[in-house]
């Protein structure tokens, strides 16, 4: 009797210790996400939380200071935690917490954005979101944006303190093109949106205000050009250790760099196999790349351009039901429409999904941009070839059914944390999106028993894969290796087969976005998952049941998606 009394007290002290081990945790949690988005409000109002409407990130050096400090504090709050005390989500939650607050301290610290990288600041005075979204009566949505703009002159002194003498040329060239688009669209795209608010008085502040801006971030651009070009240096390569931390940091991957870009550039030859014999079955007289530029021919006309894609997109949703090939956790469709013409200057096309905590602004919108009448009929023809029949299908996958509104659809349909909706893996995010595209075409759709038309949509589709594969192999030659610049659009160029100005702006991304590797790694990392999700299940297996699994688990790395999915301890780290 005295062993049971015993033994019900052991039981009941830990059972103690476990709530409050997790009461703890779901109050240290909140403190932090508090506290990372109070520092970071325009990421809250993009997450649909509009307490931090027309508020703007105070980017001071005390500001930073004591930014850095939390982080660390809470750095060491979470790491004192006795993690396996926690619940199931409550560990996922820890994991992703953890790796958030390493990889802010690690932009920070390590990668020193705040004080090296001119872009940072470029366009932080972003409105777009209280014009392209109505989730508050227009007269708001305006004091908001002239709250944000009557920071700006104060927003672009701490940005000039901040900043090193001595900064990397393309950085510094590629954050004034930025800041005079951003000033532009302020002048003029802006302007556009609000022609037709009445309130006088209203509109005389907003004026004053974003007259005000402008000349702030013109000014932050005249600042580039006077003081930091002629010091620019071309160190902008993050360095083979730091490359590392990212890997680690971002998505929990612990390969080398060495080990990551053999993988690409097999991967590279093995697509450019794909993409030449699908242009030998298109026509077999011809070169793979004059085969590729012959499809691009076929295309809409201006007039047809959009009620074509609305029309195939439909048949996309439905080829996903017919063939059970993910659950579509909703009727609600995707909005598919012309870009709004304040953001047709950066944009051909687009996901606009609300944030995950939007109650009021809920409708997603699938933005394409039309032709512009104004252009040549030159401009006009590759703008049209470019959304070719092919290529526009593919892009439609990628962005809407069943990529990132199917996502976003499963994840406000799912049970996933508040944390989970918050942080999200870039190679999660982006890998699946790639992956659904080759992973559609395997499932049958383009493929009607015309193999020439089946081959179209895999050339396609292999066309946006050697871009994707290309980033991969820059990134890390390019931050681990030395590539420079011009090397690298050499590299786009013989590998991706496409022109000096749009391999010219991959390098250039390449040297501020290490992170687009993450396209490719992560549609590797989902193709080995469902193999190994795969053998686990046997004849449990079905594509729709993996698909579901891995849209209904939040946003978390795809490292951490294998604990969840995988029950063998002892293949989690095989990630490749």
Same mark, same amino acid.
């Given at each position: ?78 790491? /004192? ?75 672009? =002194? ?73 010091? =620019? ?33 097999? /991967? ?186 089946? =081959? ?106 294998? /604990? ?13």
């Amino acid at each position: 009797m005295k062993k049971h009394i015993l033994l019900v007290l052991v039981l009941a002290f830990f059972g103690c210790n476990k709530n409050d081990e997790n009461e703890a945790f779901e109050k240290l949690s909140e403190d932090y996400l508090k506290g990372y988005l109070d520092w970071r409000p325009q990421s809250g109002v993009s997450l649909g939380l509009h307490e931090y409407d027309g508020k703007i990130a105070d980017y001071s050096k005390k500001s930073m200071d004591a930014e850095i400090a939390r982080l660390k504090d809470f750095d060491k709050k979470f790491s /004192e935690m006795d993690s396996a005390s926690l619940s199931t989500k409550q560990y996922y939650d820890w994991k992703l917490l953890r790796s958030n607050i390493k990889n802010e301290l690690f932009s920070f610290e390590d990668l020193k954005v705040f004080t090296k990288n001119p872009m940072t600041y470029a366009s932080a005075i972003d409105v777009n979101i209280y014009v392209k979204r109505n989730f508050a009566p227009i007269e708001q949505q305006i004091k908001s944006i002239i709250a944000i703009e009557n920071e700006a002159p104060k927003f672009y =002194a701490n940005a000039k303190a901040n900043l090193q003498d001595s900064l990397a040329l393309p950085h510094i060239q590629l954050a004034i093109e930025i800041a005079r688009g951003s000033a532009s669209f302020l002048g003029k795209d802006l302007l556009v949106a609000l022609k037709d608010v009445k309130n006088d008085s209203l509109m005389k502040a907003f004026n004053s205000a974003n007259t005000k801006a402008i000349a702030a971030i013109n000014g932050y651009a005249d600042f580039l050009e006077k003081e930091k070009l002629g010091k =620019a240096n071309n160190k902008y390569a993050i360095g083979k250790e730091n490359y590392q931390k990212m890997l680690l940091y971002g998505e929990g991957i612990t390969m080398s760099a060495d080990e990551i870009l053999a993988i690409g550039m097999k /991967e590279l030859q093995k697509e450019q196999a794909a993409f030449n014999a699908a242009a030998k079955i298109i026509n077999p007289n011809k070169k793979p790349i004059d085969v590729y530029n012959d499809i691009q021919k076929e295309h809409p006309t201006a007039q047809s351009l959009i009620p074509d894609a609305k029309k195939n997109l439909e048949a996309i949703r439905q080829f996903l039901i017919d063939h059970k090939i993910v659950t579509m956790p909703s009727e609600v469709r995707v909005k598919l429409e012309e870009t709004p013409a304040f953001a047709r200057a950066t944009s051909t096309a687009s996901m606009d999904t609300p944030g995950p905590f939007e109650t009021k602004a809920t409708e997603a919108y699938y933005y394409i941009t039309p032709v512009d009448p104004k252009w040549t009929p030159k401009q006009q023809e590759d703008w049209l070839a470019s959304f070719n029949f092919y290529t526009t299908d593919v892009v439609s996958i990628h962005e809407a059914y069943p990529g990132h509104y199917t996502q976003f659809l499963h994840l406000n349909a799912s049970d996933a944390t508040k944390v989970q909706k918050v942080f999200g893996s870039y190679a999660y995010i982006e890998g699946w999106a790639h992956y659904t595209e080759i992973m559609m075409l395997e499932a049958g759709y383009g493929n009607s028993g015309d193999p020439v038309k089946a =081959a179209k949509f895999r050339l396609a589709q292999s066309g946006d894969a050697l871009l994707r594969i290309c980033r991969l192999c820059v990134s890390i030659k390019t931050h681990c290796y030395g590539m420079n610049v011009d090397d690298a659009t050499k590299f786009f160029m013989s590998n991706w087969y496409q022109g000096d100005k749009p391999s010219r702006q991959e390098a250039l991304r390449g040297t501020y976005d290490p992170g687009y590797l993450f396209y490719t790694l992560g549609k590797l990392q989902i193709l080995k998952l469902r193999e190994d999700f795969k053998k686990q299940e046997g004849d449990n297996y079905s594509l729709q049941k993996f698909n579901d699994a891995m849209l209904d688990n939040g946003m978390m790395p795809i490292q951490t998606m294998r /604990e969840v999915l995988l029950k063998d301890k002892t293949i989690w780290s095989k990630i490749l």
